[in-house]
C-alpha cells in the first residue's frame, strides 16, 4: 500500500528522441490508475520507470515517500504483470508463484500458506503442479497476477495484461481485477491502449499523447469534459464527430453549412478557426440544438443500438440510434445536436476552449 | 508423399539401400577383419565371413596393443581419450554458455567488439594456429598432460554463438521478471537460464564429445609418452614401421573399440534431445 508521487518524469533516450516529455501525477494509496494512449505514446515506458526497468532522464518517482529514482526494481516493493505473462517455462505455478518469496527467503510455511491463500482467490488451486505450457492463456494470465499477489507488494504494475487474451476472456478477467482491486486495495497502474478497460478499471485515469499526459481524471470526467481534440477522439466509441468551422459573428460556421451559437463565455476566447466536436450518442432526433442533415452511406445495426454514418461538410458524420431504426442507405436524415453536449476546440492547438478566468 | 506409384517406390527404396550400403561396407569389413587371424587377414582378398578370433584380438588389443607396431595397451588410451573428450565438451560449454551469458544480458563497454571477436575466431580452426599453440603449451609445462590435451581446445565460438542465439530468443520480459521477483544475474542465470538450455546442452554435449574424442593432429603433437595417447592416436602408432607388416587385425578391432564411445554418446543422448526439441520451453 502506498502513495506513488511522479514530478515531472521525463525520458530520453538521446537529445531529440525524447519518449515522456514531463508528466506530473500523484497516485492515491489504493487507487487505481489506468494509463491509456495509442500505442506509441509511451504508456508502457512510463510504466517500465515506475518499475525501475527504465532509467529516469529527470524528474522523480516515490513510492511510499521514498525517493526510487536510483533504486533497484527488486528493492522498489512492486509487482510487474506482463503482456506476455513472462511465467518461467520450466517451473510449475507453484514454483513461479513463489519464486520471488523463495529469494526472498521467506519461511516455507509462510511461502506456502501465501501462494494456496492467492491461489484460492484466482482459482488456481488444482494446477499448483502444472507448466505454464499445460494452461490456457486466461490461466497462464492468472498465473501472472498470483506472482504478483503472493509478494504483497505497495503497488501491482500491469502492462497490457489483456492483450494477449481473446475477446471474452479479456472482459471475464477485467472483470477479476476489479474484484481483485476491491479485495486487496492495492495502489494499481494499468497500462492499456483500450479504451473501454481504462473506462471501467479506473478509478482515474491517465491519457497519454506522445509522451504528454494529455488529461489526468475520473473517466466520466474524461468523457464529458474532454481537455483536448486528442482526448475527445480518443475516448468514447464511436469517437467524437468533430466539424472544423469559422467564426462569424458569436457563431461558428460549419463545413457543412451549419451554423452553431458559440456560448456566451467563450465568445471572448474563441479563435478564427474552430473545432466544433458532438459525440454520436448527443445526435438525437427532436431537439432544439443545431440540425444536422445527412444522407446514410452506411448502417450498422449493433443490436442495442445502430450506427449511421453519412457524408457531412468534408467528413462523415457518426450518429447512434435505437437499435430497431428504420433508417436505410440512401435516406435523408435529420439530428439534432444536445445544446451543451456540443464541444470547441481551438483548430490550430487542439486545446480546449474554455472561458477565461476571471 | 501419398501418390502410388510402384516404380518410383522401388528406386527411391534402391538408391536408398545403395546409400546405406557403400556407408555401412566399411564398417562391416572392419568388424570382420577384427575377427580374424593374423594370416587370414593378410590374404587376399580378405574373407568377408566373421571368423573365431573375436575376444581374443579385443582381449589383447586392450591388454597388450599389437606385436609389430606399438605395444601400448588400448585400454588406457580408451581412458584418455574419454578424459579428453569429457574435458572438452564439458569445458566447451562451460565457458561458451557463461561467455554467451555475459555478451547477451550485460551492457559493459566494447561489447559488441568482444562479441566480434570471439565470432572472428570462428574463422581459424585448430590446424590454423597448431603452432603457436603448442609453443604455449610447451612453454607452460603442458606436453604430456591432461590439461595439455584439454585446455588449448577448449575455447568454442560457435558454442558460444549458438548460446548467445539461444538466448536472444528468450523473451525479455523473462529477465524483467526475475528482476523485478528479486533474483540478481548470477540467480537469474542458475535459476532460469540454465534450466531453459538443457536441450542446447544435450545437443552440444553430443557433437563436443564426439569433436574431442576425434581429435587427432592436437594429441598427437601434444603427447609423447605411450601413458597419454589417445586412442586415435593408439591406431596410428600401431601401424608397423620398415618391413615389418602391420597386424590389421588388431588395428581394426582398435578401430572398433574407438568407435563404439561416440556411437554410444550418440545413441544414448539422441532420445534426450529429440525429445527436448520438440516440447518447446519458452
Known amino acids: ?358 | 508423399m501419398v501418390e502410388n506409384r510402384p516404380w518410383a517406390d522401388l528406386l527411391a527404396h534402391a538408391i536408398l539401400i545403395l546409400g546405406v550400403v557403400v556407408v555401412a561396407f566399411p564398417l562391416y569389413v572392419t568388424f570382420v577383419a577384427s575377427t580374424l587371424t593374423y594370416d587370414q587377414v593378410i590374404n587376399v582378398p580378405m574373407p568377408l565371413i566373421p571368423g573365431d578370433q573375436l575376444f581374443e584380438n579385443y582381449a589383447k588389443v586392450l591388454s597388450s596393443g599389437s606385436e609389430k607396431g606399438s605395444h601400448a595397451a588400448v585400454l588406457p588410451m580408451l581412458l584418455n581419450s574419454f578424459t579428453m573428450a569429457m574435458g572438452v565438451a564439458i569445458g566447451k560449454i562451460a565457458i561458451s554458455i557463461v561467455s554467451a551469458f555475459a555478451i547477451v544480458y550485460f551492457r559493459f563497454p566494447l561489447r559488441n567488439f568482444f562479441f566480434w571477436m570471439i565470432f572472428v575466431t570462428l574463422m581459424l580452426p585448430i590446424e590454423v594456429r597448431i603452432i603457436p599453440t603448442f609453443k604455449v603449451a610447451a612453454d607452460l609445462g603442458l606436453l604430456n598432460s591432461y590439461a595439455g590435451l584439454i585446455l588449448p581446445l577448449i575455447a568454442s565460438a560457435t558454442a558460444t554463438f549458438l548460446f548467445r542465439q539461444f538466448y536472444l530468443t528468450i523473451p525479455d520480459e523473462l529477465a524483467e521478471a526475475a528482476r523485478i521477483d528479486g533474483a540478481g544475474p548470477l540467480r537469474f542465470f542458475w535459476d532460469v537460464l540454465l534450466p531453459l538450455s538443457k536441450t542446447n546442452i544435450a545437443a552440444l554435449f553430443v557433437i563436443l564429445f564426439i569433436l574431442g574424442w576425434n581429435q587427432y593432429l592436437w594429441p598427437l603433437l601434444i603427447t609423447s609418452e605411450e601413458s597419454m595417447y589417445t586412442v586415435v592416436i593408439g591406431i596410428k602408432r600401431m601401424f608397423a614401421g620398415g618391413d615389418a607388416t602391420t597386424e590389421w587385425n588388431l588395428v581394426m578391432a582398435t578401430a572398433m573399440l574407438a568407435l563404439l564411445p561416440p556411437a554410444l554418446v550418440v545413441v544414448l543422448m539422441q532420445k534426450w534431445f529429440v525429445k527436448g526439441l520438440v516440447e518447446t520451453e519458452k
Request: charged share 25%; proline share 5%; aromatic share 6%.
Open chain 1, 1 to 358: 500500500m502506498a502513495e506513488i508521487v511522479l514530478r515531472d518524469v521525463q525520458k530520453s533516450y538521446t537529445q531529440e528522441v525524447r519518449v515522456i516529455h514531463g508528466v506530473s501525477v500523484t497516485i492515491a494509496d489504493g487507487e487505481f490508475i489506468v494509463i491509456v494512449g495509442p500505442s506509441g505514446c509511451g504508456k508502457s515506458t512510463l510504466l517500465r520507470m515506475i518499475a525501475g526497468l527504465e532509467t529516469i532522464t529527470a524528474g522523480e518517482i516515490s513510492i511510499a515517500g521514498r525517493v526510487v529514482n536510483e533504486v533497484e526494481p527488486k528493492d522498489r516493493n512492486i509487482a510487474m504483470v506482463f503482456q506476455n505473462y513472462a511465467l518461467y517455462p520450466h517451473m510449475t505455478v507453484y514454483e513461479n508463484m513463489s519464486y520471488g518469496l523463495r529469494i526472498r527467503r521467506l519461511a516455507p510455511a509462510e511461502i506456502r500458506e501465501r501462494v494456496e491463500r492467492a491461489a484460492k482467490i484466482l482459482e488456481l488451486g488444482q494446477f499448483l503442479e502444472r507448466k505454464p505450457r499445460e494452461l490456457s492463456g486466461g490461466q497462464r494470465q492468472r498465473v501472472a497476477m498470483g506472482r504478483a499477489i503472493v509478494r504483497e507488494p505497495a503497488a501491482f504494475l500491469f502492462d497490457e495484461p489483456l492483450s494477449n487474451l481473446d475477446a471474452k476472456l479479456r472482459v471475464q478477467m477485467r472483470l477479476e481485477i476489479q474484484k481483485l482491486h476491491r479485495r486487496l486495495a492495492t495502489t494499481s497502474i494499468f497500462v492499456t491502449h483500450d479504451q473501454v478497460e481504462a473506462m471501467t478499471l479506473a478509478d482515474r485515469m491517465i491519457v497519454m499523447n506522445a509522451g504528454v499526459a494529455e488529461q489526468v481524471g475520473r473517466p466520466i470526467d474524461v468523457y464529458d469534459d474532454p481537455a483536448s481534440l486528442f482526448v475527445a477522439g480518443f475516448i468514447g466509441s464511436p469517437a467524437m464527430n468533430f466539424l472544423s468551422g469559422k467564426r462569424a459573428g458569436d457563431d461558428i460556421e460549419l463545413a457543412g453549412g451549419v451554423r452553431v451559437a458559440l456560448p456566451a463565455e467563450l465568445r471572448a476566447v474563441a479563435p478564427e478557426a474552430v473545432m466544433v466536436g458532438v459525440r454520436p450518442e448527443h445526435l438525437v432526433a427532436q431537439g432544439t440544438g443545431p440540425a444536422f442533415r445527412f444522407t446514410v452511406e452506411m448502417v450498422e445495426a449493433l443490436g442495442a443500438d445502430a450506427l449511421v454514418h453519412g457524408p457531412f461538410g468534408a467528413g462523415t458524420l457518426i450518429a447512434r440510434l435505437e437499435g430497431h431504426t428504420s433508417a436505410r442507405v440512401g435516406d435523408t436524415l435529420e439530428r439534432h445536436a444536445i445544446p451543451g453536449r456540443l464541444y470547441f476546440f481551438d483548430g490550430a492547438s487542439g486545446r480546449r476552449l474554455r472561458p477565461a478566468r476571471p
